[in-house]
């Protein structure tokens, strides 16, 4: 599937990003440039990835099992959305997707305050382990490598498992993405704050983080607070 090859490239445009970007922190600028294609090419890779998911789960693709294992003919559009980060292998995409993007507006605000290498070099780094985890737990898995031994090559089931019935809620479309972002927004101060060991400077750094604080507190609490909510209508447990 060509998910799978996006992913794969991904995954090596990621390690090619460190590696340049290391580089230049060590005085090679000619790096510079490759650092910023790998960039980019990984965040693009990962993109690519998520429309290539959501396009098997909006057409009801059954040979991957991914989808059939979440979605069904019978869910509404919303739902479907919802389908794509409904098990563990399409929220760990989504949650790269959300660094793919939060990854391009670093790059422009690092870039003007000299912190580009040594931020993105550990930020693309957890972004990359993410990539890394979806080559072990991929959602682009046909339904017999999935289930083999259940199905014969060349059979494919009419329709899909569907979605848990606890999910088919109106706060499954709000709740895991602003979850998601918040998640991927907090490796953002990290990767500033690792920066500034690595460059020795223990307290300017805490002006250019601040806003990335606030940005990924804020996303990561409400995304908790509407998980809590949701879990108190849905689950009642108060």
Request: with cysteine.
């Amino acid at each position: 599937m060509f998910g799978k090859l996006f992913i794969y490239l991904s995954l090596f445009s990621g390690l090619l990003t460190i590696l340049s970007y290391v580089r230049v922190t060590r005085g090679d600028k000619k790096s510079l440039a490759m650092a910023r294609r790998g960039l980019f090419t990984s965040g693009f890779a990962i993109l690519a990835a998520s429309i290539f998911l959501l396009k098997d789960i909006l057409f009801h693709n059954f040979e991957n099992g991914y989808v059939w294992s979440y979605s069904s003919k019978s869910l509404p559009l919303h739902f479907l959305f919802s389908a794509f980060y409904a098990g563990q292998e399409g929220s760990f995409l989504f949650w790269a997707l959300c660094s793919a993007l939060l990854s391009f507006a670093l790059f422009r605000y690092t870039r003007t305050r000299n912190l580009e290498a040594h931020v993105l070099s550990v930020f693309i780094a957890v972004q990359t382990f993410l990539v890394l985890l979806l080559v072990a737990k991929s959602p682009f898995k046909t339904i017999y490598e999935m289930f083999p031994g259940e199905l014969i090559a060349g059979q494919l089931p009419q329709d899909g498992r569907g979605l848990n019935p606890l999910l088919q809620n109106f706060w499954m479309v709000i709740h895991p993405p602003i979850l998601f972002i918040g998640f991927a927004a907090m490796a953002v101060p990290f990767s500033f704050a690792i920066a500034a060991l690595w460059r020795k400077e223990y307290s300017t750094w805490l002006s250019s983080a601040l806003p990335w604080v606030l940005f990924s507190g804020f996303t990561l609490g409400a995304g908790l607070m509407l998980g809590a909510y949701w879990a108190y209508g849905v689950l009642g447990w108060g």
